[in-house]
């Protein structure tokens, strides 16, 4: 499930997609005086010991609202589908260029999930995280509104890019795991009582036009343990090849669980490669199978790069990064870092990576830098 992924984009040319036409404005939903639409503040989790913080509250929309946001449900605005039903760029009566996603009546994604995604983003406000403007429940139909985000899921922009697309250079891909990252920290660490997200995917991790990213689709989130509690006991769901392997296994899910994901999206984007690949030959259809005798030998980590890269990275930062990666994917999940931890490697990362000092890249024939001790202290 997802708010524009485990879909196939539709359209890529934003010139042909009807709603870009006409006037925009930067109000959002409640009723004001003159009728139109404006969104309450609402509080959210936050902090520890339960404090919180003002977000916009998601509104309630009538289904005639949101058709006419898309023109009666138009083909040339829908820009993705999938298990679960379409997603339709739409125009609010303020101006406001949203994303819809309608489910279907048997989809995948049932009512529980809806319910549970409406109260999360409801109560989970965050710079990384996806903006839910409102939900639509009239009759038997039921619709979400997000915040369009233009660029659309990473998923569209890492594999199998178009001839006329630019590859996402190695520092805008740094970038991007960052503010993942940092969405997740929130979840983890700030919500209260924690969130495990339980979806973590490069489909669910969308774009804007700078590339700052956002998590979307939380109808699979659960709240974590608390207490003297290790894990939440639930029935198996989320995506094959990004599920960690206890939680596959016995349905025991933790915060770790979201870390050995975050591992597999990391890996996608030094390699440029699919968690699950069926079109590869035989032995490079699983990533994380075939990473295993890379990753366990440093000098082989150069052959993790992704070709489309041709070169274009910090030799030294390329180490770091699959060091961190590594430790994600530990089979063990006391053994795998806590998201705090993977924020500051990051971050210290992207410093690296966009310094002058580290500009020397593999395609400069340069030597390969050792990493730091405490990053590479990992065993697979």
């Excluded at 590594?326 to 870092?337: H, K």
Aim: hydrophobic content about 35%; some cysteine; aromatic content about 8%.
């Amino acid at each position: 499930m997802s708010c524009f992924s485990c879909i196939s984009s539709r359209h890529k040319d934003a010139s042909r997609i009807e709603i870009d036409n006409g006037t925009r404005s930067s109000s959002r939903c409640t009723t004001d005086s003159s009728g139109r639409r404006k969104r309450r503040e609402s509080k959210s989790w936050g902090g520890s010991g339960g404090s919180s913080t003002k977000g916009a509250a998601a509104c309630s929309f009538t289904f005639r609202e949101l058709a006419t946001a898309t023109k009666n449900f138009k083909e040339m605005n829908l820009i993705g589908e999938g298990g679960f039903g379409k997603v339709y760029k739409g125009r609010l009566e303020t101006g406001e260029v949203v994303a819809i996603k309608q489910l279907n009546h048997d989809g995948l994604q049932g009512f529980q999930e809806f319910i549970v995604e409406v109260l999360m983003l409801s109560l989970l406000h965050h710079p990384n995280l996806v903006t839910l403007i409102g939900y639509c429940t009239d009759g038997d139909q039921r619709l979400l509104v997000y915040e369009y985000m233009p660029k659309g899921s990473l998923e569209d922009h890492l594999f199998d890019p178009a001839p006329d697309q630019v590859p996402l250079s190695w520092n805008t891909r740094i970038k991007i795991a960052v503010g993942a990252a940092k969405g997740l920290e929130y979840l983890h660490c700030k919500a209260n009582p924690p969130v495990i997200y339980r979806d973590l995917k490069s489909a669910n991790i969308l774009l804007d036009d700078d590339f700052n990213s956002k998590l979307s689709d939380f109808g699979l989130a659960k709240l974590g343990p608390v207490g003297d509690n290790t894990h939440v006991s639930t029935r198996v769901m989320g995506t094959y090849g990004y599920c960690a392997p206890e939680y596959a296994m016995s349905g025991k899910l933790t915060l770790k669980s979201d870390i050995y994901s975050f591992g597999v999206v990391l890996l996608e984007l030094i390699t440029g490669r699919k968690a699950i690949d069926t079109a590869r030959r035989p032995g490079e259809q699983n990533l994380i199978a075939w990473s295993q005798p890379f990753l366990k030998d440093r000098r082989k980590f150069i052959q993790l790069a992704d070709p489309l890269l041709q070169g274009r990275f910090p030799v030294r930062c390329l180490h770091h990064a699959i060091a961190i990666t590594a430790m994600c994917l530990q089979e063990q999940p006391t053994f795998r870092p806590l998201i705090s931890d993977i924020v500051v490697a990051l971050d210290y990362l992207a410093t690296q990576s966009s310094s002058p000092k580290s500009q020397r890249t593999h395609d400069d024939r340069s030597p390969l830098h050792q990493p730091p001790d405490r990053i590479l202290d990992y065993g697979m």
